[in-house]
């Protein structure tokens, strides 16, 4: 399937949900890890109703143990989602770390301007803003697959990158092209969008999950956009790219690719887990995670 198939599959998809067709509740249940989606996790407890204030929007972001000692880790989260599907992860690694979860914007309960086009750079300096307001100057940033591509981003700019001590990017790739052209059949990905769109009804009555969801899928058709050697002059020593083995979202060949051309990055598969293991597997993730720290 090309790109704009993909493209205008996501659309349709996006419209015919924002009109009559029934929303499912029920999880994918089809036996193997990886083909489930468990239920959104849930935030800790109490859930901010601070945000920030950036460029007309309010970011939605919480601290989580500002106590411990350590370089907070900043997780950011994928396309259509937001940072409750990092709950089970920000309850482990918040044990023993501080953690800041972010809503990027439009996202979950962050708002987006009406005029807004969605890139992975705006992402990224909306990230960098929050955490200069709230006094990060250093800061280790976990992405996954869209909070992935941003977290590339942000090692691609260097006022950005020199506050990065160290990435871990989950399902990342660095063109539209490395989506899986089959992503969009799996019933996964059905579950995913439907429980999306309920889940953006009650975090934000009031907005348009249609127009939310097409921003992110023409965001999605079309970028990121970057070379091998435009990744080359990111600073791996400090990145790991991690990938799932039954990622059904990224191409399977994509996070050793992203590796190789990133000079000195690390690579890390996660095991008996898709594109959707924060949620499949917390435990793993969070391990992974913790294992470059
Ligand atoms: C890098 O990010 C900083 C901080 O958001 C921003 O001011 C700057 O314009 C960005 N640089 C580029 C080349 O985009
Ligand atoms: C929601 O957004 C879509 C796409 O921008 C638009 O066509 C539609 O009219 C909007 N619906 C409402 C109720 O505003
Ligand atoms: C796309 O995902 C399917 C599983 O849904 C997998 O079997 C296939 O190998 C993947 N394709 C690529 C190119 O990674």
Redesign the pocket.
């Known amino acids: 399937m090309s790109q704009l198939a993909f493209s205008l599959f996501t659309l349709a998809s996006l419209l015919c949900f924002g009109q009559s067709t029934p929303l499912h509740s029920s999880h994918v249940r089809r036996g193997e890890k990886w083909e489930t989606l468990p239920a959104t996790p849930a935030l800790p407890t109490p859930v901010n109703t601070a945000t920030f204030a950036q460029d007309g929007t309010k970011l939605w972001f919480q601290k989580y143990n500002t106590a411990a000692t350590g370089t907070p880790i900043v997780l950011i989260h994928g396309g259509l989602g937001y940072s409750a599907y990092f709950g089970d992860v920000i309850t482990i690694l918040s044990k023993t770390h501080p953690v800041i979860a972010v809503d990027r914007r439009g996202h979950g309960r962050s708002t987006y301007n009406a005029d807004d086009v969605f890139t992975f750079?705006m992402f990224?300096?909306d990230t960098?803003?929050l955490l200069q307001a709230e006094g990060v100057t250093c800061a280790v940033y976990v992405g996954w697959s869209d909070g992935a591509a941003t977290t590339l981003a942000s090692l691609l700019?260097?006022?950005?990158a020199s506050t990065i001590t160290k990435a871990f990017v989950f399902a990342g790739f660095q063109s539209f092209s490395d989506t899986n052209s089959t992503f969009t059949d799996t019933a996964i990905y059905a579950e995913f969008l439907s429980r999306s769109a309920t889940e953006y009804a009650t975090l934000q009555p009031s907005a348009n999950f249609t127009d939310f969801g097409t921003k992110v899928g023409t965001l999605e058709a079309t970028l990121p956009d970057w070379s091998d050697a435009d990744l080359a002059k990111i600073d791996g020593s400090k990145v790991t790219i991690a990938g799932a083995d039954h990622d059904e979202a990224v191409n399977l060949a994509v996070p050793a690719h992203l590796s190789s051309v990133i000079t000195g990055s690390s690579l890390v598969m996660l095991k008996d887990v898709s594109h959707f293991a924060p949620v499949q597997d917390a435990t793993a993730f969070a391990a992974a995670v913790e294992a470059i720290l």
């Open positions: 750079d990224a300096q960098y803003a700019n260097t006022t950005i």
